[in-house]
């Protein structure tokens, strides 16, 4: 299972599933349908993934699953990818506090989020192979896009298991802070998010989005000038300008 609170403008997502906090197609649903009611919320800035306990983020898949035949395992699959691809394209910044151990599913959670903060004694990798699988929760997609083909082949293709450190050196992580701390330097990352106007950085981040999703850079680059002028629809760009020349905060009101 997943659960969730909001703390002001941030949602907090833990996976909850003793002793390792597998993934089930009923908590990938959750997370998928909630990811849709957070899009909806205009209140909500930040959602922030952690697991549960000190030393699993999440094991990945509940393998056992796997064994009820094709059907079941499409089913799971095709989850898994929906899940996670909602929460790539949701609208608000998504940061993953690595608690622990990150594999198979669970690093393919953290590969889908926009920004990673992994506590020190944190571990991650794609053992899908050493089980006859393969990471069908975009992780083939997603990892060469942050790391590079190289090392993504070698993560992927000989089973290497990542440290904090190394993760941080070739920029899968892009933070690491001490056990415990994950959770709290996220939040403290979701307020700064809260501090920019909800609007711009949704843009920004489709933008950004564009290669993945197959825009060319020319076009990618048009798109930029035209969202840029969209802006200008909404009442919070009339807003940050005025509290930047004022001397004051602004009151976003993501819209």
């Not at 993953?96 to 599913?105: E, F, K, L, T």
Request: charged share 20%.
């Amino acid at each position: 299972m997943i659960t969730h609170t909001i703390e002001n403008h941030t949602c907090i997502i833990t996976i909850h599933n003793p002793p390792v906090n597998t993934w089930t197609p009923e908590s990938l649903l959750a997370l998928k349908n909630l990811t849709y009611e957070l899009d909806a919320n205009k209140n909500i800035y930040a959602a922030i993934i952690t697991g549960q306990g000190e030393k699993f983020f999440s094991a990945g898949a509940d393998l056992k699953r796997f064994q009820a035949g094709k059907a079941a395992a499409r089913e799971f699959i095709t989850v898994f990818g929906e899940a996670f691809e909602a929460w790539m394209n949701a609208r608000f910044v998504t940061i993953a506090a690595i608690n622990g151990y990150a594999m198979g599913g669970g690093m393919e959670a953290v590969l889908a989020c926009d920004t990673r903060i992994a506590e020190a004694h944190a571990i991650m990798a794609l053992p899908e192979p050493k089980v006859g699988l393969l990471p069908g929760g975009c992780g083939t997609q997603n990892l060469p896009a942050l790391v590079g083909e190289g090392w993504a082949k070698r993560i992927l293709l000989t089973g290497e298991q990542l440290n904090a450190e190394t993760a941080l050196r070739i920029g899968l992580v892009q933070e690491v802070v001490e056990k415990g701390q994950s959770l709290n330097a996220a939040k403290a990352l979701a307020e700064r998010v809260a501090g920019l106007s909800p609007k711009s950085v949704e843009f920004c981040k489709s933008l950004m989005h564009n290669a993945r999703n197959g825009v060319s850079r020319s076009e990618g680059i048009k798109l930029e000038r035209e969202r840029f002028m969209d802006l200008f629809e909404f009442e919070d760009q009339a807003e940050g300008v005025a509290a930047f020349l004022q001397k004051r905060k602004p009151n976003w009101k993501n819209g």
